[in-house]
């Protein structure tokens, strides 16, 4: 199978930022509390932004920085648990907006924290079957809808954005290798359904949930790294979900990580779940951290309990 490399990325993010300071206006917690138990300092929040407009910014951009156009992609997949619309497919409406051909295959994927990289491995496996060689893979969330806010465990946590990647399928590129897996485990992170008679809220389990974080981050590296033929030494840069900046720091710590190799933005937006990775590999491309040939590990993980592991390039 040939594999894919990201073109170019692109993000986008609501213009209002809830601060730690503000969060302790509404429930009972405080700003250090907070960051000493998670690293987040702020996240953003859509005031006016609709799921579908941070989706299509994102979008734009990566396609802007890929140097493609919209009718050379064939496959476009948004990984979201937070829809504007049950049906369509978000994915259908980004089509719509920034003019895709009809013959480009568009879905959502739903698997939380997991969903970005679960689509990236998707996408790669379907544009092995696809004329066109391009693919727009997005994550994207707007959780601020889903908080509740006499929870202080899970309303501090959760913010908004999207981040988008235009991928390239080439022949004789190597696999991204990726790995997935689920538990089953269906309580200890959910979200309830229209059907249900409970409001729609996120409830987490979050000892259990940073129990399984700890414990999978490592044995995932190492499956990924089997799976791809690498060592440490040839990851350029690792991304690992923005959930808990302690999760990251015990990955950092046991695979001694420089500092210059591996990159966090909680403290600015708070886990953005599937937004999450797409987001932080975008500002390290506008910011110049990565470029053509950086290989990169994504590292994810989130309701399911779902996981998933890659290493990509930048073509």
Excluded at 3 to 17: D, E, L, N, T, Y
Excluded at 170 to 190: F, M
Excluded at 282 to 311: C, D, P, Y
């Amino acid at each position: 199978m040939n594999g894919i490399k990201i073109r170019g990325m692109g993000h986008a993010v609501p213009s209002h930022a809830a601060s730690n300071v503000d969060i302790a206006q509404v429930v009972d917690t405080s700003d250090e509390w907070i960051l000493t138990r998670t690293g987040i300092r702020e996240r953003r929040y859509c005031t006016e932004e609709t799921s579908v407009q941070l989706c299509v910014e994102a979008a734009e951009k990566a396609i802007a920085v890929s140097g493609i156009s919209p009718d050379e992609i064939g496959v476009c997949i948004v990984a979201t648990l937070s829809p504007d619309r049950m049906i369509p497919a978000t994915a259908c409406m980004v089509q719509k907006e920034i003019g895709l051909e009809e013959d480009t295959l568009c879905y959502d994927l739903s698997a939380a924290c997991s969903g970005f990289l679960f689509a990236l491995h998707t996408t790669e496996c379907l544009l092995n079957a696809c004329p066109k060689k391009y693919g727009l893979v997005i994550g994207a969330e707007v959780l601020s809808r889903l908080l509740d806010w006499t929870d202080r465990g899970t309303c501090i946590l959760f913010g908004d954005g999207a981040g988008a990647a235009v991928v390239e399928c080439g022949e004789g590129w190597p696999s991204i290798g990726a790995i997935s897996g689920s538990r089953g485990d269906v309580e200890a992170l959910y979200v309830e359904g229209p059907g249900s008679e409970e409001r729609s809220y996120i409830r987490m389990d979050g000892k259990k949930v940073f129990r399984f974080a700890v414990e999978t981050i490592p044995k995932c590296m190492d499956q990924v790294l089997e799976k791809t033929g690498r060592t440490l030494d040839e990851i350029d840069f690792f991304v690992f979900h923005q959930a808990n900046v302690r999760i990251i720091d015990h990955a950092v710590r046991k695979y001694h990580i420089p500092k210059e190799k591996y990159y966090m933005n909680i403290d600015r937006y708070g886990n953005t779940s599937a937004a999450s990775i797409p987001l932080v590999l975008s500002e390290l491309q506008e910011q110049g951290k990565v470029h053509s040939g950086s290989r990169v590990m994504l590292i994810g993980f989130g309701g399911g309990l779902t996981w998933g592991g890659a290493v990509i390039e930048f073509a």
